[in-house]
């Protein structure tokens, strides 16, 4: 099917939904169904990485387009994402060998926090894998951040299957990630 | 106006709004159907929105943006809208005591846009203004920190936390002047009270785009007080007109808010 003949269906699968749907969500579930089908721009973008337990530093792309990932946003300065961490720790230890992670932040690392600082938060809150510095806010342009933490989910063609904000515990980060997989 | 009375008055706008949403998918997904609103006649940039906007009592596209001067805390200088003339800005409200919810993500938007001027080089023609509803917490202290943490360039120069001398003050000018809702909050009882009211007037709880002012805003539960407020950004032109507001801008898009900034600036 041709992409237009896609939107154009569903166009009308949207207006028949917000009869029902309209009080909770409007327009909102039809964007995201787009861009969920069809991807983000996934052409990969370029961050770097920070100098932390379980990180090498350098840069890496996201979507690395290899093999399914999951991102979660955070802040160091966020109660509910130090609150989280505890569960993604757990959930690394099952499936990082098949998801590569990332946690991503938008701090100015450096200035406001240092790189030793978020070096020892890391290792405080137990995390060991990859945290990328979304300086610019792209990443978090891209993936719709409207709140921390936020978790998501990616296939290995860089299309998002779940995305999710809010502590989330060690269960429903499975159940999100496992749609990626 | 008290309580009860602008609550009933939000109820109106939102099933108002409810009309609005079905539009805004049609006109979304078929194309250039410009949405009805009580759009000003100001010089502006971009196209009539698509989505439907009423009479809301903000300004909107078309609208002149009221003018205001308040304390940059960090710079120590007075931002006033008439030394904004010539440039472009975006202008979003918010206090640092929400950090999990929704003002950080208010800020992002303005971040991001900060960071593409100043990759695309049009940054001399953006100003970014965060105005605190908050003084008495939101010292120059607590707004720097919060800068860093949300990865601001306050070094771009472009950047300017808004600072009012109190938060009657402030509120006063957000009320009388822009039109905004906004009321302090001292406890959780009233919090419970206020959501209960709401419910009972609108069932509409959240509703989506409908990019009416039913419930755009949020509240927050942290400390001795807190703020009901609307999570809404201007984007105002270089003659003082306003191009977009975006009612409930956490549902719209960085991207969409990066772009209409772009199209303005000409960056």
Redesign the interface.
Known sequence: MRRRDY??G??SL??LA?GGV???????P??DRLQRWFGPDVEPLEVETADVRGSEPGTMQIPTLEGPMFLDFF???????IEQMPALAAVHEQLGDEVTFVSIT???VG???TEEELADWWVEHDGNWTVAL?????L???Y?????PLAVAIDEYGVVQWSETGVKTEAELIDGIEQAL | MNRRAYLGGLAGTGIAG?AG??G???S???GEQPGSGDWGDGETVLDTPTEDRGSPSHPIYGHEMPSFSFPDPLTGETVSSSDLEGRTYLMTFFFTHC????C??LL?RL??AQ??AI?KGYDDDLALLAMTFDPERDTPEVLE?Y???????LEAGNWHFLRPESYESGAQVLREDFGMILDRVEDEEDLAELEEEHANDD????????HDDGDGGGHHDHGEYTFVHYNLIFLVNEHGIVERSYPNA??T???TI?EDVRAVTGG
Do not use: K
């Open positions: 939107i154009a569903l166009g949207g207006v917000t309209v009080a909770t969500q409007g327009a909102g039809v964007q802040g160091t300065w966020c109660p509910p994402c938008n701090e100015a200035a406001s926090i979304d300086r610019n806010v792209e978090a342009e891209r719709g951040l409207s709140g921390y | 409810l949403c079905l805004t998918i049609e979304q997904l078929s950090p999990d919810g929704a950080p993500a992002l971040r991001r960071a593409d990759e920190t800068a860093g943490q949300q990865g601001v360039d069932h509409d709880e959240d509703d989506g785009d409908d956490l549902r898009d960085t991207e990066v």
